[in-house]
T-cell receptor
């Protein structure tokens, strides 16, 4: 079955370390997105990519980086510059013909 | 800029009550899409409905119904005869068609608690 796989489900990081969250889709979707969720804040867009080798900053991109070398993959790196990285991270994808969004099951990142 | 407002933050009802979740949106686009998602405690987002801006027909799916009114920029969601399993966080979202507006903009969510 097609879908989006996010890994790992839970991730712990020490302060000052970079960490990369994985997002892989086999839906042949062109666009991919990363959202961050904090309690009471809803979901906020970090980065998005509409085609391979191209991506744009979202509303809260500071302290994050992404790459889109393959259509299927859109990894998110949380760098040490991100001051409050503890959050729930959701990846999504969407077809070029503006079909619905498909979301992964999320990664819960905790800084210890 | 696009904006979605869910003024209600928490709602608590007793099972079998009807409940309406409000959603008001702002956009300058003439073509756009509106969504509702459910997020149970597991964290996954469950898609409920997508409506495009040219289709103002109300929709009913089982106990769920949606009322889209462009005149008031609202897209409200009603659960009839609520059940304990309806307890979750509900998000309303908006997306445009081109460029930066093709992203999905979410409201802050409404936490619904249905008590037995």
């Amino acid at each position: 079955d097609g879908g989006i796989t996010q890994s790992p489900k839970y991730l712990f990081r020490k302060e000052g370390q970079n960490v990369t969250l994985s997002c892989e889709q086999n839906l042949n979707h062109d666009a991919m997105y990363w959202y961050r969720q904090d309690p009471g804040q809803g979901l906020r867009l970090i980065y998005y990519s509409q085609i391979v080798n191209d991506f744009q900053k979202g509303d809260i991109a500071e302290g994050y980086s992404v790459s889109r070398e393959k259509k299927e993959s859109f990894p998110l790196t949380v760098t040490s510059a991100q001051k409050n990285p503890t959050a729930f991270y959701l990846c999504a994808s969407r077809r070029r013909d503006l079909g619905g969004y498909t979301f992964g099951s999320g990664t819960r990142l905790t800084v210890v | 800029a696009q904006k979605v407002t869910q003024a209600q933050t928490e709602i608590s009802v007793v099972e079998k009550e009807d409940v309406t979740l409000d959603c008001v949106y702002e956009t300058r686009d003439t073509t756009y899409y509106l969504f509702w998602y459910k997020q149970p405690p597991s964290g996954e987002l469950v898609f409920l409905i997508r409506r495009n801006s040219f289709d103002e027909q109300n929709e009913i799916s089982g106990r769920y119904s949606w009322n889209f009114q462009k005149s008031t920029s609202s897209f409200n969601f009603t659960i009839t005869a609520s059940q304990v399993v309806d307890s979750a966080v509900y998000f309303c979202a908006l997306s445009g068609v081109t460029g930066a507006n093709s992203k999905l903009t979410f409201g802050k969510g409404i936490t619904l608690s249905v008590r037995p």
